[in-house]
């Protein structure tokens, strides 16, 4: 079983930076692969970006691709999504998630979720 908790969120003018965490609990985490994930109202979620279980494959949509960095360490059981040259389309909950132990972005396919925190671009 694993338990994770985002943070991070909050409100940024265009063109600012966040940088979200996701902190896990449970001795598996590090054998997983971790999503990030987002989902804006009205819309469907949406895959951001991936890391594998060892950190050293990463994985971006084309939207985010040059302005997010994600990045993990699996003694601190923490993955950080850091967010650059944020735009107002970035709004939305962010999600990370894992249980799965290849990267896919196909969001239903990771077992274990957080519950978000929201994200909002103001432009």
């Known amino acids: 079983q694993v338990q994770l908790v985002e943070s991070g969120g909050g409100l940024v003018q265009a063109g600012g930076s966040l940088r979200l965490s996701c902190a896990a609990s449970g001795r598996t985490f590090s054998r997983y692969a971790v999503g990030w994930f987002r989902q804006a109202p009205g819309k469907e979620r949406e895959f951001v970006a991936a890391?594998?279980?060892?950190?050293?494959?990463?994985y971006y949509a084309d939207s985010v691709k040059g302005r997010f960095t994600i990045a993990r360490d699996n003694a601190k059981n923490t993955v950080a999504l850091q967010m650059n040259s944020l735009k107002p389309e970035d709004t939305a909950v962010y999600h990370c998630a894992t249980g799965i132990l290849s990267y896919s972005p196909v969001w239903d396919e990771y077992r274990y979720w957080g519950q978000g925190t929201q994200v909002t671009v103001s432009s």
């Open positions: 890391i594998n279980w060892s950190g050293t494959n990463t």
